[in-house]
């Protein structure tokens, strides 16, 4: 089955920063790459997704980009602000089966 | 705003009881998942529904473990006995579409066995 492989496993940034986290996957069948961001007792929330026919995606300050050659994509905020400061999932999923990666907490210190 | 209903929020239980929560997704969501999120991983697929049928369970530990979602709107998890392993978070979540696709998760259920 698949396996995502998510680094760092925390990251620490200062405000105004940016933030890169990345995901790697095995099997190249994979077509959808969503990210989930959660906060301290709620369930993980979208935050942005990409589908496997797409290089690069991005949203105000999020950006996305997937490289199907190397199995890897990338979560990018920009401009980091405290409200950032979460425990965020990258997944990677083939038809029915979506896998999670362990998750980065990411700390904003203003 | 839409969002998955799940309850209880918290639960805490002696091994070998019996424990149940209750999803209900968002309304017209045909598709339905029970997720366990062990404390510092990702969420793992226990079970998916299309409508009322299973369509993928074979992640459930079916010895211990039962999902239903007998006219496909709202969904019970039960496991029965309880053990200590089993402490977890454990969250629904919902899609308009089968995946894949965006999935909207509830607050979850953290379970505490003792």
């Known amino acids: 089955g698949e396996n995502v492989e998510q680094h760092p496993s925390t990251l620490s940034v200062q405000e105004g920063d940016s933030a890169v986290i990345k995901c790697t996957y095995s099997d190249s069948a994979s077509n959808y790459f969503p990210w989930y961001k959660q906060e301290l007792g709620k369930g993980p929330q979208l935050i942005i997704d990409i589908r496997s026919n797409v290089g690069e995606k991005k949203d105000q300050r999020i950006a996305v980009t997937l490289n199907k050659t190397a199995k890897h994509f990338s979560l990018h905020i920009t401009e980091t602000q405290p409200e950032d400061s979460a425990v965020y999932f990258c997944?990677?999923?083939?038809?029915?089966?979506?896998?999670f990666g362990a998750g980065t907490r990411l700390t904003v210190k203003p | 705003e839409a969002e998955v209903a799940q309850s209880p929020r918290y639960k805490i239980t002696e091994k070998s009881q019996a424990v149940a929560f209750w999803c209900d997704p968002i309304?017209?969501?045909?598709?339905l998942y029970w997720y366990r999120q062990i404390l510092g991983q990702g969420p793992e697929l226990l079970v998916q529904f299309q409508d009322e049928s299973v369509v993928d369970d074979s992640q459930l530990p079916k010895d211990r473990f039962s999902a239903e979602r007998l006219k496909g709107v709202d969904s019970t998890l039960k496991i029965q006995p309880a053990e200590l392993g089993d402490s977890a978070m454990y969250l629904c979540a919902s899609s308009l579409l089968p995946p894949p696709t965006e999935a909207f998760f509830g607050q979850g259920t953290r379970l505490t066995v003792v």
């Open positions: 997944a990677a999923s083939i038809d029915n089966d979506m896998r």
């Open positions: 309304s017209g969501h045909a598709t």
